[in-house]
DNA sequence: CTCGATCCCTGGACGC
DNA sequence: TGCGTCCAGGGATCGA
């Protein structure tokens, strides 16, 4: 699952192996997640990738202008989101094409950019100048680079609950559901804790955790459950060291209480519920279970 | 403003 | 072996 520290590896491996190529052809697949896919296909051929960042969990790939007369005002930039389960990375051209791929950029290097993702839950977008100022400016700070003030007063000024505040990308940019539990255990606060009603001592212990476990993460080139593979192909290591994600009825590293699971701004939280108190009035409910009435067909759209 | 519900999507786990 | 069902989850969207 690509959250910060994933896209982040992702990225330096990208800016080492692209950076500096030049597209030369668009092949896509299926698109149905890609915000104008003719604009790719119109755009991208010609153009350098200048360099690969992290935007919280987007991938930005910074492209040159795609005449050389241009003038180049404009900063352009191919936005990726990996989703749950997409990768990006660059194969030999006479590689035969994993199942899922959907995005091929010919590199002038005899190499391909290959966009994969099973599911599709991610995003591709061209965009350029305002259009893509103002896509940026829809999220919140980078954890790691928000100061203690700024954190605190995205997280106290909200009475939403924590790990809501946490997976809310105009909140905090990068955050997602590993990160935010590992982080809340860390700092011993419950999940459905309510943002303005943690102390400054809470949200100092917050910060401190999350910047510390992403950083961490980072260095171990991300956690790998199910399907993230870096810019090379490799797995993260992160995983070994979740200390409640995934980890229902094992032992609380603390205390050795059983993790446990509630949902949580719909998401599976787990948590120590001995080390992270319960807000008052919370009460856990069951899991959310999609019993719609049996016997009736799900419709379809499309 | 905040909430839950619903949808998108596929593969893997699990039960029979 | 194979089928059906449930589940994972980031994000958009909608109604309460």
Known sequence: MPELPEVETVARGLQREVAGRKILSVTLGKSDFIDDPDALERELPGRTILGVKRYGKFLLLRLGAKEKSEKDAEETELLVHLGMTGTLMPRPVSEPKAKHTHVMLL??????LRYV???RFGRMAFLAGEVLCAELRRFGADPLEAGLEEFAQRIRERRARIKALLLDQSVLRGVGNIYADESLWKAKIHPAALGAKLSLRQVIELQRALQGILRKAIVLRGSSISD??????????????????GREGEGCARCKTPIRRVIVAGRSSYFCPKCQAPPRRWRKKPRTKSKASSGVIKKRRN
């Open 228 to 245: 993230f593979l870096d810019a090379e192909g490799l797995p993260g290591d992160y995983q070994r060291h979740h200390r409640v994600y």
């Open 117 to 119: 993702d099973p599911r």
């Open 107 to 112: 590199l002038d290097d005899g190499r391909e």
